[in-house]
């Protein structure tokens, strides 16, 4: 079949009826022309060094293998009525395209045999996420239609060459290749969006609609801004400091004590960069997704003060989710499409908030790690709150910084307690100074430079050991008896969980206020929890610090980016990193109002060391699960005989005494060589580093997503959609969803029963109702089968069973918080599951 024939798509009329969409020729048109218009609205130096002359050939060629016998069959039984002139070709059986990667596989195949340059037919073959499987296939293997189909191929890569004038472009590095192939999938996505669905609509002028649409409008400044112009104050001599060492793409460092103003730092120098044209926009990486939802805030705050008053972007951030709802990205980014999520579609905003782990995931062999490579390309990254402890992801995130610099990346790295170690992986050099604070500064190309810069006045902090928890629980209530707001931070949802129901019934008795916070809660009652108790703990609480005590109880959620100030804390054992980040929630601010009886003070719940080296798992209990025993070990034993720290004079000591390798015997031997080769629950660092390998053509699987380990703790972990009730309306073609708090919204089965903008606001409010958790903690799975019957994958990534990805599952929450499946029935085979406003989700062993 000649290719001006095949087709790429299916296109859906009003009436329903399916019928067939583009060729192959003219999607692969729209694409390539879409490419050069990303490119085209790139900083020229971003453009000249990661492009190539003749990238959108690579993008237009995506698509070449739907020139073959079994997807022109494929196409054809998916129209209502056939494809007139196309006869059926009984002898085919698509479901086999599985076995080569489908079309993607012969795209691929055809690229290889036209010697198009290193990396290009990988990048052809890629362009769905996964690697294709291809053994030892041929491109005029009969499968793939012979000869005569491999010469349409060959034929139609002509026509797209002497349409955009161009011959295949040099590759010359994976990092580019990677960027090259994020680029390729973005412009298909956009490529095969609402813009271009209809054949019988011209497509020419639609692509500066269509990529204004999904977001990727220039962003325009306020230009010669002033720190103070942008904060409202000037900066302290470590933000100076920081400030003028950030004058080009490179890798920079600020280890400063919490509660510096790292951040604002941070911020204005990724400003300086915009302004100046040097970036393509932020990406502000937070330690994990556990992070406080107030970072969000400030960042917003931060761009509504820099962006020109006529810069689209500004009604971005209005709203936590308006990156969904007012964009249209297409085919992976439409609802129900993998890169819906806004977790990931952020790595594609010119301005974003998310976890380190997205952003991890651009230099490993996972599912469309080369989309968050290209969406983080040229940018300011912002890798927030590094400590020494990141080494169970050292080698990822050192294979993460290689990669930015490749990228023309301004990489920002903030902490508090860096070990030298650390520092000299991190930044590839050799650091020389232990002065804290501390600015090292990698420019791209250039030597590293070191600045030390004044250090604050130091804070003492009294430190008490304890290993009675309920010793601990009447600190607490007595301390917030007296008016003191106490802070208490468990290491796992679980014991903040039960913490919390041990505290509260006294508290309330006693009339202390008593909260919960941790990750599991819905997002619109975190966020609800959160507004509440940070303000409280924060400045906007002053007013109110003196009515009453208060104890906030939590996870690492309250060690993270939050400006709060309790005026006693509790914590949970920690490597020593975490308990120095707790510490900088502790009279945060000299000017806080407090109680009289109130001393700078923290407990921490141990055992004591013996006990601990001799048996960690028992002796910390869940924490042990989340942190690395042999760390906890180590960090024990600096701890405990400190009856007090100085901040930040302590910091290095701290960190270097915890850190500093040494010969192990005995149990401690055991622990260490658990931490390098792992366990049979997980991985050690030494295979997380394996992950790390940058490559486009890995003989390896590709990685779904929610297997792709990033750090010492990780857990498989699905989504829960919760629910009142989920029923089928055979009658009206729909299921009816009682959400949470009882609002009734219909779910209709057929996409074209709704606008693409109402699809996208009734999958936000859906998304407001998820939770996630572990998968052993998560009700049963339902067969794929019955979710698509209730319309679920209309708003929600389902998975793809064939490349073992999970699926979504549902808890229907009764009055008393009694989660069960949707017939009613007990939702996990071992324990109950419930779910409460105050408590969040729980699993309640039996």
Sequence with gaps: MPYQRCPAKTFIQDSGHVTAGRSVFNHCQIVGETAKELIARMPSAIRCALFPKGSELIAASHDIGKVSPYFVEKIRRNCTNGIDGIPPNESIDPVTEKQWGGHAGVSQITAN???????????????????????????????????LWHQEREALVSALKQHFSVEWPPVDSVPQARVLAGLTSVADWVGSGEFFEDPNRPWEENISPALDSAGFTKPSYRSDLSFQDVFGFAPRPAQQAFIDQVQSPGVYLLEAPMGLG????????????????????????????????????RFNRFLEGILAENCPHRSLLLHGQAWLLETEMGEEGQPGGAWFNHAKRGLLAPFAVGTVDQALMAAMNVKHGFVRAFGLAGKVVILDEVHTYDAYTGTLLDALVDLLRSLHCTVIILTATLSRERRQVLLACFPQRDDYPLVTAVPQDQSFTEVPVSSPTGQPVAIQVVEDGQ????????????????????????????????????????????????????????????????????????????????????????????DIDADFMLSRFAPTDMLLQRLGRLWRHPDTPRPDTAVCEAWMLAPGVDEAVADPSKSFGGTAFVYSPYVLCRSLEVWQERSSVLLPDDIR?????????????????????????GTRWRKGRK??????????????????????????????????????????????????????????????????????????????????????????????????????????????????????????????????GRVTDVGGLPAHDKHALNYRKDLGYRLIKQ
């Design 113 to 147: 045999k036209l010697n198009a340059p290193l990396y290009v037919p990988e990048i052809l073959g890629q362009h769905h996420g996964f690697s294709p499987a291809l053994g030892g296939l041929r491109f005029d293997d009969e499968i793939f239609g012979g000869a």
């Design 262 to 297: 790292k951040t604002e730092a941070a911020l204005y120098a990724a400003y300086r960069m915009l302004d100046q044209g040097r970036a393509t926009g932020i990406y502000f990486a937070l330690p994990t997704q556990l992070t406080s939802n107030k970072i969000y805030e």
């Design 471 to 562: 010793v601990a629980v009447e600190e607490a209530l007595r301390r917030a008896m007296q008016g003191q707001q106490v802070l208490w931070i468990e290491n796992t949802v679980n014991e903040a969980q039960q913490r919390f129901l041990d505290v509260a019934a006294r508290a309330t008795e006693l009339g202390i206020h008593c909260g919960l916070l941790h990750s599991r809660f819905t997002p619109d009652h975190r966020q609800e929890i959160e507004d509440h108790w940070v303000s409280l703990f924060g400045r906007d609480g002053w007013p109110d610090r003196r009515n009453t005590g208060r104890i906030l109880i939590g996870t690492q959620v309250l060690e993270q980016s939050l």
């Design 653 to 677: 000591t701290l960190i270097g005494q915890t850190y500093i390798e040494r010969a192990e015997s005995g149990h401690m031997a055991t622990w260490l060589h658990e931490l390098d080769h």
């Design 687 to 816: 295979a997380l580093g394996q992950l790390a390998r940058v490559t486009l053509s890995d003989a390896g699987n590709t990685l779904p997503e929610q297997k792709a380990q990033t750090r010492y703790s990780d857990a498989e972990s699905c989504d829960v959609l919760l629910l009142r009730g989920l029923e089928i309306s055979s009658d009206s073609q729909k299921s009816k969803v009682t959400l949470l708090d009882g609002q009734l919204v219909h779910l209709p089965w057929r996409r074209n029963s709704l606008t693409k903008r109402s699809w996208r606001t009734l999958s936000a409010t859906l998304m407001k109702q998820v939770v996630s958790v572990r998968i052993q903690d998560a009700p049963s799975a339902l067969p794929l089968t019955v979710l698509e019957r209730f319309g679920l994958q209309n708003c929600f990534y389902l998975g793809n069973p064939d490349h073992d990805e999970a699926l979504l599952r549902i808890g229907i929450v009764d009055e008393n």
